[in-house]
């Protein structure tokens, strides 16, 4: 019989978890750093991950939003401290425009970071969990909406065929000038009229057709397509659309379609080939030959690479006396910039758009971000740029707001058209922006307000 913990309980035990480690680290910011106490808060980070994974799988699937979240924020942040534990990696290389070990001190504050972010987020979801756990929701997935499907399809085939095209082009200047022009020159140069708005639209008609609770079987055949295109997008050598848009697939089947969780076993052989096809994609986009020698060194090296973000943070602590945001704060690029979401890499963007990615890629080699290499970015980065005391309330917010909204897209039709973009974001978020792209929510948001507006029109005619 399985241990199952009351949600008041693993509060209780949360809290007291919280209140603990706040007075260990209030002590050691008055006393010396040591290699001892870097070496423990390792330990007490890992702890604590174990810790947020087993109070939630309780409740939640492996499947769900917020246990896959927490998967993510592991491969891209956490990972290189695991890692470094079991001996498979120095945690403390900065390896991204750096080259040297992070000194102790910043050693330490980046683990402090981590473990109050991790614990925090959890407290918002208990939090979220304990007001949702005796409430009941209807799923929408059988009340199917064939007029929403119709409009996807009439969007999505379309959309498919010139987004095709437009990534056909773009493959071809990367297959001469390299991976880097998917940054650079791919981001100035001219495509064909019809081509214009080809991914957004996409992604409406995507939206659509999940949002309109298609048959089990409809699901996955516009989810091929979709993944298709990710796939060809796989080519030009950007790995993280691909990835999180199969993770989105695979949460939105357990959701509505399976009510069973997912076998650890089942998940471990779909994640192998997708680390070796990442493997195979790094090389050849730099121009080299995939060699598989040891299955164990691939998949090492896959999780090294991805805790890449971690610098993201670790950066901004070492050289937070140097590199100087000026503007609006960095959580707020994605609400700021409408219409230049992903820019080209150059002077002008660094001086126009306030991303965190473009000014710290800048900041660490003005000569390698202008040739189109970067350390993307990281919501702790963003969250990291503002007043301390803002930072606790949002990491709360933001584990209710992820067990809330997967809790409510089951029955709400606006979550569901709403779901490709937020999940995909929430995914993304350990990598990317706290806030999603405004200009696709926007737009989802006002068809589904033309939709409503022509379904109550229809229904006052007949």
């Avoid at 969007?155 to 082009?169: G, H, M, N, T, V």
């Avoid at 005391?389 to 209710?400: A, E, N, R, T």
Wanted: aromatic content about 16%; glycine content about 6%; hydrophobic content about 50%.
């Amino acid at each position: 019989m399985k241990l199952k913990l009351r949600l008041d309980n693993i509060l209780i035990i949360h809290c007291i978890f919280l209140f603990i480690n706040t007075l260990i680290f209030s002590y050691s910011y008055l006393t010396e750093v040591s290699e001892v106490r870097v070496g423990s808060l390792k330990y007490l980070l890992l702890s604590s991950v174990i810790w947020t994974v087993y109070s939630s799988k309780a409740y939640l699937k492996w499947t769900s939003a917020y246990l896959l979240f927490l998967f993510t924020m592991c491969i891209f942040l956490f990972n290189r401290v695991f890692l470094d534990i079991f001996g498979l990696y120095e945690f403390e290389f900065a390896s991204r425009f750096g080259g040297f070990n992070l000194p102790l001190s910043t050693q330490e504050a980046l683990l402090i970071y981590f473990i109050l972010s991790i614990h925090l987020i959890h407290l918002g979801a208990i939090l979220a969990l304990i007001k949702n756990k005796n409430k009941y929701t209807t799923s929408i997935i059988d009340l199917r909406n064939t007029s929403w499907e119709k409009f996807g399809i009439l969007l999505y085939i379309p959309a498919i065929i010139s987004f095709s095209a437009k990534l056909a082009i773009q493959l071809k200047v990367i297959s001469s000038q390299g991976y880097l022009a998917a940054y650079t020159t791919l981001k100035t140069i001219s495509y064909p009229w019809w081509t214009a708005g080809s991914g957004t639209l996409l992604l409406i008609g995507y939206s659509l057709l999940i949002a309109s609770s298609p048959t089990k079987k409809r699901f996955f055949l516009y989810s091929l397509f979709f993944l298709l295109a990710q796939f060809a997008v796989l080519l030009k050598g950007a790995r993280g659309g691909f990835v999180i848009t199969l993770m989105f697939i695979i949460w939105y089947y357990y959701k509505f379609y399976a009510p069973k969780d997912i076998k650890i076993t089942k998940a471990a052989l779909i994640s192998l080939p997708i680390i070796i096809l990442s493997q195979i994609i790094v090389v050849t986009r730099i121009g080299g030959d995939f060699e598989f020698v040891d299955l164990k060194e691939t998949i090492i090296l896959f999780f090294s690479q991805q805790g890449v973000s971690m610098l993201v943070p670790g950066y901004m602590i070492y050289y937070k006396d140097q590199f100087i945001r000026e503007g609006l704060p960095y959580i707020l690029s994605p609400l700021t910039n409408l219409g230049s979401f992903s820019p080209a890499q150059t002077h002008n963007t660094v001086e126009k758009y306030n991303m965190l990615g473009h000014d710290l890629s800048y900041f660490l080699s003005p000569t390698a971000y202008l040739n189109g290499e970067g350390i993307a970015g990281s919501f702790l980065g963003e969250l990291y740029d503002l007043p301390i005391i803002l930072i606790p309330p949002i990491l709360c917010l933001l584990g209710y707001f992820i067990i809330t909204y997967d809790y409510k897209v089951k029955s709400n039709r606006l979550f569901l058209l709403l779901s490709f973009p937020v999940i995909f974001q929430i995914l993304k978020m350990p990598r990317g922006n706290l806030f999603p792209n405004i200009n696709i929510i926007l737009a989802l948001i006002f068809v589904y307000l033309m939709l409503r507006l022509l379904t109550n029109r229809r229904k006052n005619v007949n």
